[in-house]
């Protein structure tokens, strides 16, 4: 198996995956080692020294003029994890509460924090074991680090808490016993520093930037399968228009859908047909998918800073340098986030547009409703009433939580990041959004139906056929959510990509474009 050194190498969000899944495994080298006794060490002469250090030997807060004394500095540690565990609502997804412990190891172990190396190991084990701490999902601001979360996510160190464990919610103490282990003594500052941070905002991050990849993806796909079906001419995806107004995303768009429907004879039936243009929705693929690309491309540079950075809280140079500053502040991360919530909702937007297009009757030999026989019949009406109920909920949670500040802790902490909501929100969104290309997909195959005989182009061609050996063509009506169910599901799997991906490198095709390095990495 791989390893990851925490501290030493350059952590990604397919790299935190892959550790979270057990691909991967993240160790802690000697010299890393090293670096977290020393830090720790620090903190004790800070301690034995006297000298007032916020969170040290000092209340939280608006308490931090309030010295503490040498004997209850550890005490006070203990004391800020059972205080700060106000979370409610649902557990977070498994996966996340494990990114979140993994991000935490790595920001830790650079050795600014204090942290014991008892500390980071027992952190490491609960990984590794899958013993994975329960987390619910409200109560940050994203400020002054996502407070009560971490708590949460920390409490099993101690003792306290829940965890998962084979799928089922246990004892914290219970499973420390039967794994014969002692609770952690938290040292000066430990407590401080587990819960300054922004990796609830971060981990969600993870997971937003890989699943909002995929739709993307198969934005494009179903996009280029839906063009094929209404007939639209693949001219506005031409390269040298796109030279004149360079993105990286339009440009990567554009010749994406240009290599997926490569020898479409679908397209290339009708070249020399009347029709001027094409609706904005299939003609402007290139600038809207291309912008949300644009956005992803953002969200991802941003994020492989944050997730590599120190947002402790105060930082520990030694003994003699600490600083107490804003690195826990979220914002950096919680307005990238809205512009990826934004961006996403904008692919489902569009996505919906595409299937009311195909409904309406206007392409040569595709029936309205998309059904030869309809009165009797609704045909695929109501499928699309679904994606509009999906496109409007979104809308509404496009409202950008980073816009909103509340005070709290007797206003020490007067502004917040809010970039918990924001996190949570995106990721809602692009949920959303899987499921409105998921009806878009189960369209634009009936609608490519009806050009039989003609085909696309080999990549295309593979991707429709494998659509088709899970959904059959609709003739009258039936229970339409069972195939919606399943087109979603292929959306969501990313089957399609990978298919894609076969398929070309088999037949000696292009896919990839000279933007796949930025595009196709995370």
């Known amino acids: ?18 550790i979270a899944r057990g691909e991967m495994r993240g160790i802690l080298t000697p010299e890393t080692r090293e670096k977290v006794k020393s830090s720790a060490a620090a903190v004790e002469k800070i301690v034995a020294n006297g000298q007032p250090v916020y969170g040290i030997n000092t209340g939280f807060g608006p308490l931090c003029t309030t010295l503490i004394s040498p004997d209850q500095t550890r005490k006070l540690q203990e004391n800020l994890l059972k205080s700060h565990a106000v979370g409610v609502g649902e557990p977070i997804p ?10 935490k190891i790595h ?10 190396e008892d500390t980071l190991d027992r952190m490491i084990w609960h990984i590794e074991q899958d013993i994975i701490p329960v987390v619910p999902k409200q109560g940050s601001v994203g400020a002054s680090g996502d407070l009560a979360p971490l708590s949460h996510l920390f409490l099993p160190l101690i003792g306290l808490g829940k965890v998962h464990v084979g799928g089922k919610l246990r004892s914290a103490a219970e499973v420390l016993q039967v794994h014969q282990l002692s609770p952690i003594h938290l040292g000066p500052k430990e407590g401080l520093g587990l819960i300054n941070g922004t990796q609830f905002i971060a981990a969600f991050g993870v997971k937003v930037l890989e699943r909002f990849y995929n739709i993307l993806a198969h934005a494009d796909i179903t996009g280029a399968m839906m063009l094929e079906g209404l007939l639209g001419s693949i001219k506005p995806f031409s390269a040298e228009l796109h030279q004149l107004r360079p993105y990286a995303g339009n440009q990567h768009v554009a010749q994406t859908i240009l290599n997926l429907l490569h020898e479409s004879e679908i397209v290339h039936s009708h070249a020399t047909c009347a029709r001027v243009q094409d609706p904005y929705s299939l003609r402007c693929m290139p600038q809207v998918h291309g912008a949300s690309r644009n956005a992803w491309l953002h969200l991802k540079q941003i994020l492989e800073i944050e997730i590599n950075s120190v947002t402790d809280n105060p930082v520990v140079f030694d003994e003699n340098h600490t600083i107490s500053g804003g690195n826990f502040h979220g914002q950096p991360i919680a ?11 904008e692919i489902g937007n569009i996505s919906d547009r595409r299937i009311y297009l195909s409904l309406e009757g206007d392409t040569p030999g595709v029936p309205k409703l998309l059904l030869k026989e309809t009165g009797l019949n609704s045909g695929f009406m109501i499928p699309q009433y679904t994606t509009a109920a999906l496109a409007s909920e979104n809308k509404g949670l496009c409202f950008p939580s980073s816009a909103d500040s509340i005070p709290t802790s007797l206003g020490q902490e007067d502004h917040v990041s809010m970039g918990s909501i924001g996190a949570r929100k995106a990721l809602q969104v692009i949920e959303n959004v899987e499921k409105i290309l998921g009806v878009e997909l189960f369209c634009a195959a009936q609608a490519v139906d009806f050009h039989a005989p003609l085909k696309s182009g080999k990549i295309m061609t593979a991707l429709y056929e494998h659509v088709r050996t899970k959904i059959k063509h609709v003739t009258e009506d039936q229970l339409m959510y069972k195939d919606m169910e399943t087109a979603i599901e292929i959306i969501r799997s990313g089957e399609l990509l990978n298919l894609a991906r076969e398929v070309a490198e088999k037949e000696g095709l292009e896919l990839e474009t000279q933007w796949s390095g930025d595009f196709d990495k995370f």
Do not use: N, R, W
């Not at 498994?94 to 993994?102: A, N, R």
């Not at 307005?335 to 909702?345: I, N, V």
């Open 94 to 103: 498994v996966e996340i509460s494990k990114l979140m412990l993994i991000l």
């Open 1 to 18: 198996m791989k390893t990851f050194q925490y501290a030493q190498q350059h952590l990604t969000a397919s790299i935190a995956l892959g």
């Open 335 to 345: 307005m990238p986030l809205d512009y990826a919530c934004l961006a996403a909702s």
């Open 107 to 116: 920001a830790l172990a650079k050795g600014f924090s204090g942290i014991q």
